[in-house]
């Protein structure tokens, strides 16, 4: 059979749809969400070739509008995942065998497919099912999941390019093997493109793969799975199941062939399966990979130099786009006392002009939180806010669920730099602002680094070039993701690989060749053309 060494399509980024007035993508948008909310879904696990329908149906519905129902799940339990475990660990070889170009192929149709006649689709589930509205679901469940797609392609081939040299006589080569077991992928309800990336990073370099959606994500997972197959995934390379967390960690972190864990979701849940991991370390035939990125209170700090109206905008749309759902939405500001009554005023502006309301209606920004679960968290933190005498909410503060989980944007000012909506990560439409005196700007600096646990996103706004590399340095752990002159929020694939550390994760920066080499067990092959045949050296010889 002929072989070559083949350029995989250069990656360039999707270009993001603007869904105006009039326009095609809009009205296919629209008819798709129409023809959604117009039927209830079957959503079955993806096991192995089978779709399993457990009769075990839970509801999933609009987060803006709880008492509809779009479809139901079918959650399995402990069983499931052992036959997920068995249906990857049964597709291993072949998948593995599998001629890497082979492997390109599928998810590069899958981008396409993405691409075109299921992106209105993929877009109206994430709309329907997270709230999202029609931009922030093109900039998620689209582009950003094409892009992971066509340049995790591209990287795999750089790293297999990437080879030792050879002295005379001998011949040089790394392999880089899958791991030597299954992934476990569990994902977030946030990103539908994070969603879609966990498993199939991993299975791109050649790993069979458990994936476990957060129940919230489940309407937009399925539309997933179904790309993949129709690219031509083979069965057992990727196992779709919903079974409660817990239950599905105690069968797959006892099991000797777990071989990796890709993980994005909360910092407590992480560190908690990363110490069963260790706890279990014993029964696994290889150590584990465990990469996972996790919380955030993510920052946005101004110098005294900064332009109010840049850093009013910075705050609204980092904060409260997506409501604030983001690892890396802005959640606490420091604005210095000479910006603060501009910056405050442009602020509440804006949230007077923002709408709060349904992703159907696409004049609406805001839209709801996740769960009932989620409002409640966040609606604590707000009445905490307004009970502090040291807090002030200076915009928004409104809750109800009653059709829907609706948050209005919410603004704090605090006096405490130490207030417990400035330490805490929220993960809703909450930002908590502290007003610093401006030639305090070096302490400031300080504060910033020491207030939080996370080290996810963060910025600085500034005209002050000398106050920019000075925040750079202090900050230089602060932030894994760091912007100069911009909101936090926004990393585009091959732009700004995204991850961070400290508490935020391993820093492993999905949207890189860094994270795709956490997925391969490299094999160093030397070959000797002429072997020896003494054992002597000359430097025994005399003379």
Known sequence: MPKGVYNVPFPENEPVLAYGPGSAEKASLKKAIEEARAKQADIPMYIGSEEIRTGKKLPLNPPHDHQHVLGYFHEGDSSHVQQAIDA????????????????????????????????????????LGQSKNAFQAEIDSACELIDFLRFNAHYMTEIYQDQPESSPGVWNRLEYRPLEGFVFAITPFNFTAIAGNLPASAALMGNTVVWKPAYTQIYSAQVIMEVFREAGLPDGVINLIYVDGPVAGDVVFNHPDFAGLHFTGSTGVFRHLWKTIGQNIDKYKTYPRIVGETGGKDFIVAHKSANAKEVATAIVRGSFEFQGQKCSAASRVYVPGNLWDDVKKYIQEDLKDIKMGGTEDFSNFVNAVIDEKAFDKIAGYIDYAKNNDMSEIIAGGGCDKSKGYFIEPTVVVT????????????????????????????????????????????????????????????LVNAAGNFYINDKPTGAVVGQQPFGGGRASGTNDKAGSALNLLRWVSPRTVKETFIPPTDYRYPFLQEG
């Not at 890497?100 to 993929?122: N, T, V």
């Open 415 to 474: 006096k405490d730099p130490q207030s417990k909506t400035i330490c805490e990560e929220i993960f809703g439409p909450v930002v908590t602002v502290y007003v610093y005196q401006e030639e305090r700007f070096e302490e400031t600096l300080e504060l910033v680094n020491s207030t939080s646990p996370y080290a996810l996103t963060g910025s600085i706004i500034s005209k002050d070039r000398y106050a920019i590399e000075l925040a750079s340095k202090k």
């Open 88 to 127: 990857a660990l049964g597709a291993k070889e072949a998948w593995a065998e599998l001629s890497w170009e082979h492997r390109a192929s599928i998810f590069l149709k899958a981008a396409d497919l993405i691409a075109g006649p299921y992106r209105a689709r993929i877009n109206a589930a994430t709309m």
